[in-house]
């Protein structure tokens, strides 16, 4: 069997390995995201490991059906950059890994929320500038009885939930489909606009589908209280940027947590050419003394890296030997 991989950091690339030895299959790895252009490097695999911010499209997907590469095996939950009726009509499987480590994501949301209520971006800043006393007068606010508005309650949502209710936060919970065995202290609202009326600081943990595309607009983050806090670790479209922007400038909002962003894409283009981000939305944003900007690392910890590329073998395995991966994406 051969595996090529594709978009491989270092961390990736021992597990790979290890894994490429445990099982006996043959292997090739490179940094490089998949494309049309480059696909033919795969050429003679039995299916391609992959995980990247960038589109995988018609053209890719009519390559590999020429190659007689039959599946792609993402190594992460999101699947909103595949052109699926590309797939579907040149037969190409998707799999992905739809949970690898959620306590490391509910880590990184409590991390961000500590830092924005204890303005540490602020106080750096200052520190560095030699500002002490300016540092010193910087009074910050504590998690402890304070209200977490959680939206979506799968694996990543419910873990942040019991996370942040294990230090005594409140949380609250949104969900088209609640948990039915939920624990007493998780209390759904029965709407997004309720959570959001009642929460301090607000985490997204739902899928980046069409139907959720801003789903915190500007109409939705009026509704929060004066100083709340946002933290997006989901999808990058799940917010309107601008609004949030805006809500940010006349001060509605305390500050927000940004791990994927709306313009990610255009950002990740950027960053492989080998270039700073220009996009005037992330320029914006950074510059805020109140904003955290994170590049889509919430899901990066050697766990999680480890399971990631694991699952992703596996999905091929199954395939090969069993003709459907263990977990098929339509």
Do not use: C
């Not at 053209?59 to 595949?82: E, H, Q, W, Y």
């Not at 309107?240 to 283009?269: C, N, P, Q, S």
């Not at 990066?300 to 459907?324: L, R």
């Amino acid at each position: 069997m051969k595996i090529t991989a594709f978009g491989v950091n270092q961390e990736e690339q021992y597990f790979f390995e290890k894994l490429a030895f445990e099982k006996s299959f043959e292997l090739v790895l490179t940094a490089e995201w998949v494309t049309a252009d480059n696909v033919v490097l795969a050429a003679g695999s039995d299916a391609i490991s992959t995980m990247q911010t960038g589109a995988y499209d018609e053209a890719l997907f009519k390559k590999m059906a020429a190659l007689n590469i039959p599946l792609l095996a993402l190594r992460n939950v999101g699947t909103d950059n595949i052109d699926f009726a590309a797939a579907k009509k040149y037969g190409i499987k998707i799999s992905n890994v739809p949970s690898y480590s959620p306590a490391t994501i509910a880590e990184f949301v409590v991390l961000t929320a500590l830092q924005l209520l204890r303005r540490t971006k602020e106080m750096g800043r200052a520190i560095e500038a030699g500002q002490l006393i300016q540092a010193q007068k910087m009074t910050g606010r504590t998690l402890f009885n304070e209200t977490f508005g959680v939206i979506g309650t799968g694996h990543i949502g419910f873990t942040t939930a019991e996370l942040l209710h294990n230090m005594g936060v409140k949380v609250v919970a949104f969900d088209a489909f609640p948990k039915k065995d939920a624990p007493e202290w998780l209390h759904y609202t029965n709407s997004l606009e309720e959570l959001l009326q009642q929460a301090n600081l607000v985490t997204l943990h739902v899928p980046g589908i069409k139907e959720n595309d801003h789903l915190l607009d500007a109409e939705r983050l009026a509704l929060l209280p004066q100083d709340a806090l946002v933290i997006n670790t989901g999808r990058g479209n799940l917010i309107d940027t601008d609004a949030l922007i805006a809500a940010l400038e006349t001060k509605h909002l305390a500050g927000a947590g940004i791990d994927v962003f709306e313009y990610e894409a255009d950002i990740e283009r950027e960053i492989q050419s080998g270039g700073q981000p220009l996009e005037p939305h992330y320029l914006k944003l950074q510059s805020m003394p109140n904003v955290i900007i994170t590049p889509h690392i919430a899901y990066h910890s050697m766990k999680a890296v480890e399971k990631m590329v694991a699952n992703s073998v596996d999905n091929i395995f199954s395939y090969v030997q069993q003709g459907t991966p263990l977990n098929p994406v339509e």
